[in-house]
């Protein structure tokens, strides 16, 4: 930062400053005088509120304080608002006019933000400003229409994830979002979340994760090569660190023994055909499911 730099910053602040005081001073300048005012709406109570020579509120009089020959009666109204104004309530002094002072101060204070703010314009484009940003919002740019906007999210939350940053209240939130993502771009080959539901899949709570589930059988049934083959490698993980629980393992089989009845040359037909011969003589799949792997393997 050269000099030219910090002077027009310098020049900037105190301009500021100035502004401040010439706005403080012309629009709400202080009181002058001992003339008795309404604090409400700043109505002036002469002749209503009588205040002899002494300086100490505390010996202001109005001609509804009681006297030797006079009971007491309820303090003075505003004419002009109808607050009740007694000898403690009410204002004493006006407001000398000086709005002139205080436009003036405001096209000073205007001037002095703009030198500032040009100054540090370029130093604020540089803060990193989406990582103090509450955690469910970036959540919610996770949801982003835009790939690059859920790409974006899910870094700051992966360096949240890293730093032991991130808030576990708000991890069913996350992992509902990241199953939302992948059934709206239904791009299962792009690691966009570095394995992060592999690993949470036991963690899941039971509703998010029978859309997965759900979501990689649809896959792993569909005409797409790209996406059955992602949903293969995620299946293949899952059977191999016995992740599934029985329900699942048999909505697998069905699936398969499904597939391999319609004979439809299906990107994932390899798979679901080794599932049944590896695991149809399994304890937790049914006995029908294991006699139509024996069929179909007797048949190849």
Not at 1 to 6: E, K, N, P, V, Y
Request: proline share 6%; hydrophobic share 35%; with cysteine.
């Amino acid at each position: 930062m050269t000099w030219i730099s910090w002077t027009v910053l310098g020049g900037g602040i105190a301009l500021t400053l100035l502004g401040l005081r010439l706005v403080r001073t012309g629009l709400w300048p202080r009181r002058v005088g001992r003339t008795l005012h309404c604090p409400k709406c700043d109505y002036v109570l002469t002749g209503l509120i009588e205040k002899d020579e002494h300086d100490d509120p505390s010996y202001w009089t109005t001609m509804y304080e009681p006297t030797g020959d006079r009971p007491a009666e309820p303090p003075v109204r505003c004419p002009e608002c109808g607050t009740r104004v007694s000898t403690r309530t009410a204002l004493r002094g006006g407001r000398p006019n000086r709005k002139l002072h205080g436009y003036i101060g405001l096209v000073v204070l205007l001037v002095g933000l703009l030198l500032v703010g040009l100054r540090l314009s370029g130093y604020l484009r540089h803060v990193a400003w989406y990582q103090v940003k509450p955690t469910s919002w970036v959540i919610d740019d996770l949801r982003s229409k835009e790939p690059l906007g859920a790409r974006d999210a899910w870094v700051e939350i992966k360096r949240r994830l890293d730093a032991n940053q991130f808030p576990e209240s708000q991890r069913i939130g996350l992992d509902r979002a990241m199953v939302d993502v992948l059934a709206v771009y239904q791009d299962w080959s792009q690691p966009l979340f570095d394995g992060y539901l592999r690993d949470r899949f036991l963690q899941l709570d039971p509703e998010t994760r029978r859309k997965l589930f759900d979501q990689l059988l649809t896959q792993i049934s569909g005409p797409y090569y790209l996406t059955a083959a992602a949903a293969e490698g995620w299946l293949e993980g899952l059977i191999s660190r016995d992740e599934l629980s029985l329900e699942e393992h048999r909505q697998l089989a069905n699936m398969a023994r499904k597939s391999l009845a319609s004979r439809s040359a299906l990107p994932g037909y390899a798979f679901l055909s080794r599932y049944l011969r590896e695991h149809g003589a399994a304890d937790r799949l049914p006995d029908n499911h294991r006699r139509a792997a024996g069929e179909r393997s007797a048949g190849n």
